[in-house]
C-alpha cells in the first residue's frame, strides 16, 4: 500500500508539475497577449487621430472650395453684367445710328422736295417773265 501512494503521489506532482508548466505557458501567452492588446490599443489610437487630422483637412478643403466657388460665381456674375451692359450700349449705338440714318433720309428727301419746288418756282417765275415780256 505504501508503494501505491508513493505512485500516487509520484503521479500527483507530475501532474502538478505539468500543471504548473501550462500554467507558466499560460502566463507567458497571456503576457504576449497583453503585449499585443497594448501595441493595438496604440495603433488604434494613432489611427483615429490620423482619422481626425483627415477629417479637419477635408472639412478645411471643402471650405476652401466653397469659397473659391462663390469667387468664381461672383467674377461670372460680374462678366454676365459687363457683358449685358456692352450689348445694350451696342444696340442703344445701333439704335441711334439707324435714327440718325433715317434722319439723313428724312432730310435728304425735304432737300430734294425744297429743290424740285425752287426747280418749279423757277420754272414758273421764268415763264411768267416771258410772258410779260
Known sequence: MAGDLRAQVAATQKLLAEANARGEALEGASGDAETVVAE???????????L????ADTARVTEQAA???AAALALAEEGAVLR????ADAATTAAMAVA???AEAVLATAEKEKE?????????????VDTDA
Open 100 to 102: 440718325a440714318a433715317e
Open 67 to 69: 469659397g473659391k466657388k
Open 52 to 55: 481626425e487630422a483627415a477629417h
Open 116 to 128: 424740285t419746288l425752287n426747280a418749279e418756282w423757277s420754272a414758273r417765275v421764268d415763264s411768267e
Open 84 to 87: 449685358s451692359a456692352a450689348a
Open 40 to 50: 493595438l490599443q496604440a495603433r488604434i489610437v494613432a489611427a483615429a487621430a490620423s
